[in-house]
């Protein structure tokens, strides 16, 4: 049996391999191959959203790059300013509860091949929020009632 490897490429500092990898010897030094990475990678996240009390900024950093969501992005999708995700990676801040639940939540339906919630919330993100207040028309049809587009 083969010794375990730390593997720490993710990002994170706790993760270790009983299998599933292989040492090489190149011309540069040791290399590691580990098969299906991505498949790791999604029980690595799936860990994190169901067994981890409170994530940590690494954990957080970990699932928003599993998402392949800028911070930019991910800002948008939670409501909060750049600088905001920057704290929350960095530990200079605790990422909210509200926040952490909608991040476990996005990412859960990622993992499982889903999309219509982070869409969901990409849209909400974008909405303008200064734009002024109008009536809202609503029409009935035989399909039930619907909005009036504008």
């Known amino acids: 049996m ?8 993710c990002g994170l500092r706790n993760i270790w391999l009983r299998n599933g990898y292989e040492l090489r010897e190149t011309a540069y030094g040791e290399s590691v191959a580990i098969k299906n990475i991505e498949g790791l990678h999604r029980a690595i996240g799936l ?3 169901h067994n981890k009390p409170s994530l940590s900024g ?21 409501g909060v300013s750049e600088p905001t995700v920057r704290g929350w990676e960095n530990n200079r ?15 859960e339906e990622f993992a ?4 219509a ?3 969901l919330i ?18 009935e049809t035989e399909a ?7």
Request: charged share 25%; glycine share 6%; net charge positive.
């Open 58 to 78: 690494a954990e957080v950093r970990f699932l928003r790059k599993e998402l392949d969501l800028s911070q930019t992005d991910f800002a948008v999708c939670m």
């Open 117 to 119: 919630v982070r869409a």
């Open 112 to 115: 499982r091949g889903g999309t």
């Open 93 to 107: 801040t605790k990422i909210t509860r509200p926040a952490e639940s909608l991040l476990r939540v996005i990412y």
């Open 47 to 49: 860990y994190l959203v």
């Open 144 to 150: 039930g009632w619907r909005a009036e587009a504008a």
């Open 122 to 139: 990409e849209h909400i993100g974008r909405l303008g929020q200064d734009s002024p207040a109008k009536a809202i028309e609503f029409e």
């Open 2 to 9: 083969q010794q375990a490897y730390h593997y720490t490429s």
